[in-house]
C-alpha cells in the first residue's frame, strides 16, 4: 500500500523498516531555536516526546494520507484519542449530539464522566437525520457517530450528516475503527476521523493505540503545550509500538479484503442456512444501500457480522464449541487476523443500561463475529455449521449445501 512516509534516500541509510527513535527528548543547535519552538513560532523541532518524536511523526502522516487529511495526531489508546478531542471541542455547558449505539467506552464517557465537567450528551438514531437536527442545541458544539455502529453494524449516511452539521458550523466527529479503507469519512465530509489503531489497522492484538485524522490546524490545537488536549493529558503513544503499527498498516488493504471476504462468505452462508444474521454486504441490511454508496466497493463489506440466537445461554454454549473447535477466540477487541467472538450485551456493550439495549435491538442473544484471514473460510464454515449443529441451534436446514 502506498502509505509508506519514508523517502528512497532515507531507506537506504535506515533499512526498510521503520527507525525507531529512542528518546524522550531533543538538544537543540541554540537557546534561540527552543525558544522560538516553544512559542510556536518554529516547528522544525523536536521538543519532548509527549508533544511530538519522529517515529510517531512518520506514523501521523502515513494515517493522514490514508484518511485523506491534513494531518493527524496518534494517541496511546482509542479512548486517549476520543476523550482528547472531545475535550478539546466542548467545555463547561456545552453539548455533544451522538448516536445511541456508539462503542461501550464511548457511551460510558459521554454518559458518566463529562456530565462531571458540565458537558451533556443526547443520544439519538443518528440515521435519523430529522432525529439528529431535533437534538441540536443552541450550545451544542460536536455530532459524534460511527460509520458502522458496534455492535448492531449499522452504516451511517456520512454525507448527510456532514452537511447537516456545516449548516449548523458544528463539527462532525467519526469514529471509523470497524471500516479503514472501508469508508474514508473526511471525503464524505466529517470534520475529524477517529481510530483505535488497536483493531484492524494494526490487526495483531499485541497493542493499544488511536488516532484523530484532522486538519493541520486542529492537530496543532490538540498539541499546543498551554492549551491541547493530547499534550496535556498525555496519552502519548510509544515509538516502539508506533513502529510496529507503521509496519502492520502497510498489509491493512489485503487484510481488510481477505476480512471481507471471509465476513460475507460466512454470513451470507449462515443466513441461508435460516440464523439471524446481519452483515451490510447482505441486501437483507437495512443500510445495505447506504454501505454501497459509500464504500470503496474493492474491500468489501467489512470484516464483522453479528449472528443472533435465542438467548445468552445459547451463545455462550456456541461460542464455546466454537473456541473448542478451533475456530476462534472467545474474547473481545476485533480486526485480529484469527476470528474473535463475544456476546456483546454481556461484554462489550455492557455499559449501556439494559433497557436502553433491548430498545436498541441489541438482545443477549446477539454474538459479534470479527472474522479472521482464514485461508480456507469453506473449511471454516463447515466447522460453523458442525457447532451450531452441536450445541443443538435451532434454524439448522439439513438441506442446505454448500453448492
Ligand atoms: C476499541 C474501540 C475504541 C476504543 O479504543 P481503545 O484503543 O481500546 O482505547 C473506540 N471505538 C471503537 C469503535 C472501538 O472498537
Redesign the pocket.
Known amino acids: 500500500m502506498k502509505l509508506w512516509p519514508y523517502t528512497p534516500n532515507e531507506q537506504a541509510q535506515w533499512g526498510i523498516n521503520p527507525p525507531i527513535s529512542d528518546s524522550a527528548t531533543y538538544a537543540f543547535p541554540s537557546a534561540d531555536a527552543m525558544i522560538e519552538t516553544f512559542e510556536g513560532t518554529r516547528e522544525d523541532h523536536f521538543l519532548y516526546s509527549r508533544h511530538s518524536a519522529p517515529t510517531t511523526t512518520r506514523l501521523e502522516m502515513a494515517l493522514a494520507k490514508m484518511e485523506k487529511t491534513e494531518s493527524a495526531v496518534v494517541f496511546g ?6 476523550s482528547a478531542v472531545l475535550m478539546q471541542h466542548c467545555g463547561q455547558g456545552d453539548h455533544i449530539v451522538a448516536s445511541r449505539t ?2 461501550g ?2 457511551y460510558a464517557f459521554m454518559k458518566f464522566f463529562l456530565p462531571k465537567l458540565g458537558i451533556e450528551t443526547t443520544f439519538v438514531d443518528t440515521n435519523n437525520v430529522a432525529a439528529v437536527e431535533g437534538a441540536i442545541r443552541e450550545n451544542t458544539r460536536v455530532i459524534y457517530t ?1 460509520t458502522m455502529s ?1 455492535p448492531l453494524l449499522r452504516i451511517t449516511d456520512i454525507a448527510s450528516l456532514g452537511q447537516l452539521s456545516h449548516s449548523k458550523g458544528l463539527k462532525l466527529i467519526v ?1 471509523n ?2 471500516t479503514p479503507l472501508l469508508v474514508q469519512p473526511a471525503q464524505l465530509g466529517a470534520d475529524i476521523v ?6 484492524f489497522i494494526n490487526g495483531n492484538s499485541d497493542c ?3 488516532v484523530a485524522c484532522c486538519t493541520a490546524e486542529m492537530a496543532h490545537t490538540l498539541r499546543d503545550v498551554n492549551t491541547g488536549a493530547a499534550m496535556l493529558f498525555g496519552s502519548t503513544l510509544d515509538s516502539t509500538r508506533a513502529a510496529g503499527i507503521l509496519k502492520n498498516l502497510q498489509t491493512l488493504d489485503v487484510r481488510m479484503i481477505r476480512h471481507s471476504q471471509n465476513a460475507h462468505y460466512l454470513a451470507r452462508g449462515l443466513e441461508k442456512m435460516g440464523y439471524r444474521v446481519s452483515y451490510p454486504g447482505l441486501r437483507s441490511h437495512p443500510d445495505h444501500d447506504i454501505m454501497r454508496a459509500q464504500h470503496q466497493s474493492r474491500y468489501g463489506f467489512g470484516g464483522l457480522f453479528t449472528l443472533e440466537v435465542d438467548n445468552f445461554e445459547q451463545a455462550n454454549a456456541l461460542m464455546q464449541e466454537l473456541q473448542k473447535a478451533g475456530l476462534g477466540h472467545l474474547a473481545v ?2 480486526g485480529h487476523h484469527q476470528t474473535l467472538f463475544s456476546a456483546s450485551g454481556t461484554s ?1 456493550s455492557s455499559e449501556i443500561p439494559e433497557n436502553e439495549r433491548l430498545d436498541m435491538g441489541l438482545g443477549d442473544g446477539l454474538i459479534r463475529f470479527s472474522v479472521g484471514l482464514d485461508g480456507d473460510i469453506e473449511s471454516s464454515f463447515m466447522g460453523y455449521r458442525q457447532a451450531l449443529k452441536k450445541v443443538g441451534l435451532t434454524g439448522w436446514k439439513d438441506s442446505y449445501s454448500l453448492s
Do not use: P, Q, R
Open positions: 489508546s482509542g479512548m486517549g484519542a476520543i456508539i462503542y467506552g464511548t460511527e458496534n469514529d475503527t470497524f477517529i481510530h483505535s489503531l488497536t483493531k493499544v493505540a488511536g477487541s476485533l462489550t
